[in-house]
């Protein structure tokens, strides 16, 4: 089983793009796709958002669940059962079953 890491290497003329290689087989240089001429590995990552879509997620996961408490684990109920604008219940509300 391979585990792949996503390499940056920043073209001179072309900027920064991505290199899918197994972990530990990037060098400190990479053919830039678009030039041909040698781009080099880029260990910071500017371009978070693009590049590593799975780590920001799993931070804004780590963030959420953190930072915002059970405010909407309950749906009030009452919103549910007021009559519509017409003066009568909400026929699809009518299909569910009863508590
Ligand atoms: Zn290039």
Redesign the pocket.
């Known amino acids: 089983m391979h585990r792949v890491a996503t390499y940056q290497f920043r073209?001179?003329?072309?900027?920064v793009?991505d290199v899918s290689l197994p972990m530990g087989t990037a060098g400190p240089q990479w053919r830039?796709?678009?030039?041909?001429?040698d781009?080099v590995r880029v260990f910071s990552a500017p371009m978070l958002s693009r590049t590593s879509r799975a780590l920001v997620a799993a931070i804004d996961r780590a963030e959420k669940t953190r930072d915002e408490p059970d405010v909407v684990s309950a749906v009030p109920p009452r919103s549910a059962r007021t009559l519509g604008p017409m003066g009568a219940p909400n026929p699809a509300l009518r299909r569910l079953p009863r508590p």
């Open positions: 073209c001179a003329e072309d900027g793009f830039c796709p678009v030039c041909g001429s781009a």
